[in-house]
């Protein structure tokens, strides 16, 4: 009997086993992470519009606290787990954001938007290793991580994420496709949209009624802001996701130092000893030119604009390439067990050489400013040159005792910008140049002035002094002039204030 007429009997199958089932490829990320990528790739296109083609103000404000909630968000949403730093780095980037919206100085939200963006960027490196300690011995390198390797190593997780909704289930899925087709056809309906409108008056006129009018200006904005959006979406999402895990090893920042640290003391002597004999030729060459600064008596044969202004930037500028040689000769200089003892020496030299000339820098602009009252720009210089003080001294204490001078100079840098923006600087500046306006030592309130003096300036016009009556009223035109030439996404508070206080 065969096999065919016994079907009991089991027979060696030749044919092929099945084909397992193709297991479904895993998404890049998660559903919500992937909207989040899709409303991301037109915070470019914002920033672009909002801080560089336009006056960054209030609506630029909001836009940096939207994108702070968004992420405070997406960081919930993934039961992200943080360090007790990153709710104070949270919230300094919420105040300083806060900050656009209010002041109407130029240097001022500039300053903001910087420490702004900073801390967003450590809050988001504290959100991600709760194990961080915060400032510490290798804060460059952490920095450097949390504002540059982060976002760059993650630039394509928005692009990644976006287009991983074509691999979601059922509504997901089909709502990825239907979103992503409307990115792809917006530039092709942009196009024929300016041809048609070319072409026919008639059409373009009912666009005109309908939208507003079209151009290619928000498309190439928006193609031009993606790289922003993928930045900053890198940010985010190594915040809240398992890859791209940042580096915060100790050990291996200290490797990595290591590995630079290439040159002998005797090349670092010899780098430094030609810029320590010009400081001390320089130093006993104009003595009695110093002496005259820190004591506010004129030396001969210069008046007092000349003697304030002459050398003042250029001894700033000397104060920062000094701070840049103490960084490369602390970087580059080799160690024996951790320790220098050439390197101690000449950060203690170049410490006091570079204090010695802001104090003289200072001096100069204490005299220049009681001769010819204040303006911004000497405040903003006196600030900065404060903060560079402050770095010195806190270089030239860590040299002779361990503390964590980091910390301190990162709380004393931010407590002075707080303070610097939110003080109301420019209010204070016209407040002190009026006693120098009725005295007659100054005729006019300082050009550049901001609304932030409104209320100052608004107190001036009717005064019985006719000197500060007619400068307050100049300053008040000048100030209602560039108010108005503003878009109301420029203006901040301090413009709104200053409408109601001139009118």
Known sequence: MTCEENPSVSMTSTEPAPEPAAQEKKPFCSLS???????????????????????????????????????????????????????????????????????????????????????????????????????????????????????????????????????????????????????????????VCVLLVSADDGFGDMLEKITGGISLDGFWTFIFGLPVSFLLFGIVYAAVSAKGKLRTDEALFEERSERMRIAPSALICAFTAPLCVVYVLFFFSQLSYFISAFGGVLPEKFSASEYARRGFFELCAVAVINLLVIAAINVFCRRVDGKSAVLKVLTVIFSVFTLILIATAESKMFLYISRFGLTPKRVYTSWFMFILAVVFVLIMISRFKAFPAAKVGAAVITAAALLLGFCGADGLIARYDVSLIESGVMTEFPEDLSADASLVIAGCTDSENTMLSHAAKNCRNELTDDILRKEWYERTLSDYIAIGAFT
């Open 33 to 191: 992470e992937s909207i989040f990528a899709l409303v991301f790739c037109f915070t470019g296109y914002f920033f672009i519009k909002l801080f560089l083609q336009n006056e960054c103000g209030i609506a630029a404000s909001l836009f940096l606290l939207a994108t702070l909630t968004a992420s405070t968000v997406l960081a919930k949403l993934r039961k992200a787990c943080g360090s007790k730093y990153s709710k104070t780095y949270f919230t300094l980037s919420a105040v300083f954001s806060l900050g656009i919206g209010i002041s109407s100085s130029g240097t001022i939200r500039f300053m903001d938007f910087c420490f702004a963006a900073l801390f967003f960027a450590m809050w988001a490196f504290a959100l991600n290793n709760p194990e961080w300690q915060g400032f510490g011995r290798n804060t460059f390198n952490s920095v450097t991580e949390a504002v540059c390797g982060v976002s760059t190593r993650n630039f394509t997780a928005c692009p990644k994420a976006a287009f991983s909704l074509f691999r979601r289930q059922s509504g997901a899925k089909n709502a990825g496709y239907a979103v992503i087709g409307l990115l792809l056809s917006l530039p092709v309906t942009i196009i």
